[in-house]
């Protein structure tokens, strides 16, 4: 895949806390007295290191995975900001190389042209449409209050049914599912069965 649309100054965030993380790991390795206490702040920094050095990488290739199906990445960037800043719960459909006909049920139909503002009406909470997932197929609104498939697998994290219906989808087809949480804000997307955490500065 190639990076030449990504932010560089998310590039150079990400390669930055990439070397922070490795002075970190090996500094521990010479300098930490594991029969000690302090042992677990370092374990903490450390976790809340990789989490931004995730959240990063997972940003950082977001672009990549949406370029070549769909030229609204600005839009959808906009649209995420704005509903995360609101605890506007969202679930968006990417369409990729799968067809999702046979996987997405019960929606509206809407045939728009892919915008910002009409995203986020759909998901603005006293809209009817605001509990299921929009579909996307390159730059239009295919559909809106769709009904995917839960995923049945065990998962180790505390998710609602939107993060469960993003990730169900995405073991079933290709297809990149954006999140965000009603009671958080926070941002993920999910792809082949695996839930991303994204921040939502600096992705357009």
């Excluded at 370092?42 to 949406?66: G, K, P, T």
């Excluded at 769909?70 to 509903?83: G, K, N, R, Y």
Aim: aromatic share 6%; hydrophobic share 40%.
């Amino acid at each position: 895949m190639s990076n030449t649309n990504l932010p560089i100054p998310l590039i150079t965030q990400l390669r930055g806390n990439l070397e922070i993380l490795s002075n970190q790991i090996h500094n521990m390795l010479e300098h930490t007295d594991i029969t000690k206490t302090d042992i677990l702040n370092d374990f903490e920094e450390l976790h809340q290191l990789f989490h931004d050095v995730q959240v990063n990488a997972a940003s950082f290739y977001l672009r990549s995975f949406l370029a070549p199906f769909t030229d609204q990445f600005e839009v959808l960037s906009t649209a995420i900001q704005h509903l995360s800043k609101r605890n506007h719960g969202a679930l968006i459909v990417i369409q990729r190389h799968d067809h999702l006909d046979s996987f997405i049920h019960s929606g509206i139909n809407v045939q728009a042209k892919l915008s910002s503002p009409l995203l986020e009406s759909i998901f603005y909470t006293g809209n009817p449409l605001h509990d299921g997932a929009v579909l996307i197929c390159k730059d239009r609104i295919v559909s809106a209050g769709n009904v995917l498939p839960l995923s049945t697998k065990e998962i180790h994290l505390k998710v609602g049914t939107r993060h469960r219906a993003a990730i169900g989808i995405t073991e079933l087809t290709d297809a990149l599912v954006l999140v965000v949480s009603e009671e958080t804000g926070r941002a993920t997307f999910a792809l082949s069965g695996n839930l991303y955490p994204i921040m939502t500065k600096g992705l357009t």
